[in-house]
């Protein structure tokens, strides 16, 4: 499958930027604009700020700084996703990156005055709810501050900071080439996209494997390069946690998150034992209803009935997604079905396009989503993902201040995950049969859990030892991580799955391990979602109250938010409901498999 250039796509394939900016240009004025703006800001408020009176004065006038910040900071960063070897897009990315240096470098001092205020002014401040959400963070960081001169210097070194993550996502995008595979007598293309979106589930076995091995040796020509830009990363996490005096590189990030180093170990803990021997019992039936004798890591991703798998167009996506979120109410629903006519979404499969998909949410504007359709049932559930983060952008953007609109980081997949269950639940009561009963549980099993419960999860556990490495004031290379890796994947998977050294290259393959301890937080948030979702089913109410935790955004911490559905957090009893769950599903599989043999 060969890659078709950007150009070579229609336009209602392509995203709309203009809701943004109309073009260059436009997006340049803004940047000019907004520099004066902190200019004018930082001469009235600096050194000036005594008094709650003042603080809140500056912060509703800060706000909209920060929102233009926001669009400046979206736009910058969106064009060059889409295609990594287009200059222009790499132009827009500096200036938005000189921008965003210069912009915190300037308002530095606000953070610093946040940061030194009396604790008695912070209480003042966080009584208003405009700003409770920025004033918790506040309160974190003011335990850990360390000098407004040493502040300033770290804003001022934050593209340098940002660089690891740089280097390994154009790396990712434009170096990663993989060699061409022949399967009898066929040659076939092969590339980041295409193996992660269509070869790796690739009905036919020769396919998934040659597949396998041309995407690994890929892979492996870059890996000491990328274990380099790895080690930078959290090298500089853990001088970071030093510097500002954590306990551990653990705590300084999860602070952000508001959750403890507990309920972190305890998601990766309890997967890792009492759901692996689920997850093992459905790719053991997997392989028996296929016809294999043993499973690879080349086939862990394979349907279990590749049969009934569909092509499906962006226009049976979206009516899949309408009807799917239908329960929700029209309130819901009229808010998401803008995104065809609007063009929130980029579907094109273009060559140097970053795999994978995200969405993005310029404040107040509209979300917007990047993807790559390959015409498989799996983007659908990719699509509405990333239509439940838009969602939640809109509903959170709708009833917050900038200051309480983002979700913190432990729970930010609970609405994305949430849809690709309604996706599933939708798909199972269409059907009458087992075998169809079956293809929708299946996929609620591979497209929403395993990728989120389990590959995230699995990166988690790595990134857990790895992190504790460099705690011990140890180092690593592209060798320890293979090591590292593949020990995590076959303790989890046991002898459900044969894993070798390819298998072990699985750590070059996210870009979440530059973004801090973001990895677990997905199966974290599909615990809230699995929460959302028993609760949406069982409750007449169910419906209103996800719509109340869409609404809330980040102005609650995770545990208050997570009880707006009924779920504690504070305990373990939402992630063992959330095991059973899968468990039960699991089993009603391998009944419609009976079912169909009698």
Do not use: C
Not at 40 to 47: D, S
Not at 522 to 532: C, F, H, K, P
Not at 546 to 551: P, Q, S, V
């Amino acid at each position: 499958m060969e890659l078709k250039k950007r150009s070579d796509f229609p336009e209602n394939e392509l995203w709309d930027l203009t809701a943004l900016y109309q073009d260059r240009e436009d997006f340049l004025r803004s940047i000019e604009k907004t520099l004066e703006d902190i200019n004018v800001f930082k001469r009235n408020y600096e050194g000036r700020l005594e008094t709650a009176d003042d603080f809140t004065r500056a912060l509703y006038e800060i706000e909209q700084i920060y929102i233009e910040m926001s669009h400046i900071d979206n736009y910058a960063f969106m064009p060059q996703t889409t295609d990594f070897s287009d200059e222009s897009f790499a132009q827009i990315a500096q200036a938005g990156a000189d921008f965003m240096t210069k912009a915190n470098v300037a308002l530095s001092f606000f953070d610093t005055a946040l940061a030194t205020a009396d604790l008695a002014i912070l209480d003042e401040l966080e009584a208003n709810p405009h700003f409770s959400a920025a004033i918790r963070q506040a309160k974190i960081q003011k335990k850990h501050f360390i000098s407004p001169e040493v502040e300033k210097t770290l804003t001022n070194l934050a593209e340098v900071f940002n660089a690891p993550q740089d280097i390994y996502t154009k790396m990712r995008a434009g170096d990663f080439e993989m060699d061409d595979f022949e399967v009898n007598g066929k040659t076939y293309r092969n590339s980041f996209v295409t193996y992660e979106n269509f070869y790796q589930n690739h009905e036919d076995a020769d396919v998934r494997e040659n597949a396998f091995r041309s995407f690994s040796a890929g892979l492996r020509k870059h890996q000491n390069a990328a274990a380099s830009a790895y080690l930078a990363q959290v090298k500089s996490e853990k001088i970071m946690a030093d510097m500002r005096g954590y306990d551990s590189v653990f705590d300084y990030l999860l602070a952000e998150q508001e959750v403890d180093r507990d309920m972190f170990d305890r998601q990766i803990d309890l997967i890792m034992t009492e759901f692996a021997p689920i997850a093992q019992k459905y790719l053991k039936h997997v392989a028996k209803v296929n016809g294999l004798s043993k499973m690879t890591f080349a086939d862990w991703k394979l349907d279990l009935d590749s049969d009934l798998n569909p092509h499906v167009s962006i226009d049976d996506a979206y009516d899949l997604v309408m009807k799917s979120v239908a329960p929700l109410g029209e309130e819901y629903s009229q808010e998401v079905a803008r995104y065809q006519e609007e063009r929130w979404v980029d579907f094109a499969a273009n060559a140097n396009k970053d795999s994978g998909g995200y969405a993005a949410d310029p404040y107040k504007v509209h979300p917007y989503i990047l993807m790559s359709w390959t015409g498989r049932l799996s983007d659908v559930y990719t699509l509405i993902h990333e239509i439940g983060h838009s969602g939640q952008f809109i509903f959170s953007d709708n009833h917050q201040s900038y200051f309480n609109t983002h979700m913190s980081t432990y729970y930010v997949e609970a609405p994305s995950t949430f849809n690709e269950l309604l996706l599933s639940d939708y798909l199972e009561q269409q059907f009458d049969d087992p075998r169809q009963k079956r293809f929708a549980l299946a996929h609620r099993l591979t497209d929403t859990y395993f990728h989120n419960f389990i590959t995230h999860l699995l990166e988690a556990a790595f990134q857990r030892r790895v992190y504790t490495l460099i705690e011990e004031g140890k180092t690593f290379g592209a060798e320890q991580l293979n090591r590292i890796m593949k020990e995590v994947l076959s303790q989890f998977w046991g002898d459900a799955i044969d894993i070798d050294d390819d298998a072990a290259l699985t750590w070059m393959r996210q870009s979440h391990y530059y973004m801090g301890l973001y990895s677990y937080t997905y199966s974290a948030g599909l615990v809230i979602a699995t929460a959302g979702f028993l609760n949406f089913k069982q409750n007449p109410n169910g419906a209103q109250d996800w719509l109340t935790f869409l609404k809330s955004g980040g102005s609650r911490t995770p545990l208050d938010t997570a009880k707006l559905i009924g779920a504690d957090i504070s305990t373990d009893q939402p992630l063992r409901d959330t095991i059973q769950f899968l468990s039960q599903t699991v089993d009603q599989i391998i009944a419609y498999t009976e079912a169909m043999t009698v």
